[in-house]
């Protein structure tokens, strides 16, 4: 299917927290293995990242970046994230998102702003 044609979801992730956040989508309940997509407010960026183990050096940058219309805000004690991408996959490590709403999601935010320790749940 040409990309142009694929059907899009626009996503907005708002947390009552002045930190990273980020959301994932798996083919099971897990976070290893997850296609994620985290809001770096320290560097201003909205990136899609691949969830290959529980450590964090092996949480790395997706080189193709599926997700695009990308926007983040901190404001009034929220961290606020948006972006869109195709609900199908698009690179070797995408997760579909299912459109019969079956796709497990996993979540997580920092306890700062930098890219280190955080709480998570699926």
């Known amino acids: 299917m040409n990309a142009k044609c694929q059907p ?10 002045v930190r990273r956040i980020g959301i994932g989508f798996n083919t099971q ?3 290893v293995g ?17 969830l290959g183990a529980k450590s964090l050096a ?6 193709q970046q599926g997700v695009f219309n990308t926007t983040l805000l901190q404001a009034g ?20 998102i299912r459109r019969d709403g079956s796709t497990p999601v ?12 955080v709480w998570h749940g699926c």
Do not use: K
């Open 8 to 17: 899009l979801s626009a996503l907005t992730v708002n947390c009552v927290c």
């Open 29 to 31: 309940a897990a976070m």
């Open 34 to 50: 997850s296609d994620a997509v985290v809001a770096q407010p320290s560097s201003n960026e909205v990136q899609q990242y691949e």
């Open 58 to 63: 092996n949480v790395v940058v997706d080189p």
């Open 77 to 96: 004690g929220w961290t606020i994230m948006r972006f869109s991408r195709h609900l199908a996959a698009n690179g070797t490590g995408d997760v579909p």
């Open 106 to 117: 996993v979540w997580a935010y920092g306890a700062s702003n930098a890219f280190m320790y």
